[in-house]
């Protein structure tokens, strides 16, 4: 028998190692059909909540932020490249080019919670795909909605959501509830509200994690 698990996956389409945490949970449930039965929820977090439109160059903010050279950003994006073909996940080779705000995203995100089982998944994807894969503007309504016809869902009901303020402080809600739970970086990876993964595991991580919180190992 398969037991249940409810899986929040914390994060941003601005992360790269969230597509690679991503890639990688997958990768472990496939590992673990027939042992799990899971119900995975994508929750928001923004890397950059202050980021203004027309968004900013991608090695400019990041020696902003970090202090990092141009010569250490080339080899992060190296090592982040190879653990996405590691999950199936291809980046794009000059990286997203310029950072962009994701709230727009996140209220899609919220909205497709609620239309089916797996579209939020889909758009979950979609939305990686854009940012990271093809370093597409997310704060291009256009780029959004096409990651929303990726996804199979309702292009129309989708331009009515980023028309209107729908699920806007519902995803800032969801937002401080995380951040007030202590989560300061994504990915973060919580399992039945109680159990933490940190960060871009390999695929063994989450395997071995999941299978022990499915059998009780982890109290």
């Not at 890397?47 to 990041?62: I, R, S, T, V």
């Not at 080339?74 to 999950?87: D, F, L, M, P, W």
């Not at 292009?155 to 699920?167: C, E, K, N, P, Y």
């Amino acid at each position: 028998m398969s037991i249940p698990l409810k899986i929040d996956f914390v994060s941003d389409i601005a992360c790269p190692w969230c597509a690679v945490g991503l890639g990688a949970l997958e990768k472990a449930l496939e590992r673990l059909q027939g042992e799990v039965k899971v119900e995975l929820h994508f929750q928001p977090f923004e890397l950059n909540p202050q980021m203004p439109p027309g968004g900013q160059d991608l090695g400019e903010h990041l020696t902003q932020k970090y202090g990092s050279t141009p010569e250490q950003q080339a080899q992060i994006r190296q090592t982040i490249s190879a653990r996405g073909a590691e999950v199936g996940f291809e980046f794009h080779p000059g990286g997203r080019g310029r950072v962009y705000n994701t709230f727009e995203a996140h209220r899609l995100l919220h909205w497709a919670e609620d239309q089916g089982v797996g579209r939020q998944h889909a758009l979950k994807k979609a939305l990686l795909r854009a940012y990271q894969g093809r370093a597409e503007s997310v704060e291009d309504p256009e780029v959004l909605l096409a990651a929303v016809a990726e996804a199979g869902l309702d292009v129309g009901a989708a331009r009515t959501v980023l028309a209107s303020q729908d699920h806007a402080l519902a995803v800032r809600e969801r937002e401080q509830f995380y951040t007030q739970a202590g989560i300061r970086s994504v990915p973060a990876v919580i399992i039945n509200d109680r159990h933490l993964i940190s960060g871009g595991q390999p695929v063994e991580v989450f395997e071995q994690a999941l299978r022990r919180i499915a059998l009780g190992e982890v109290s």
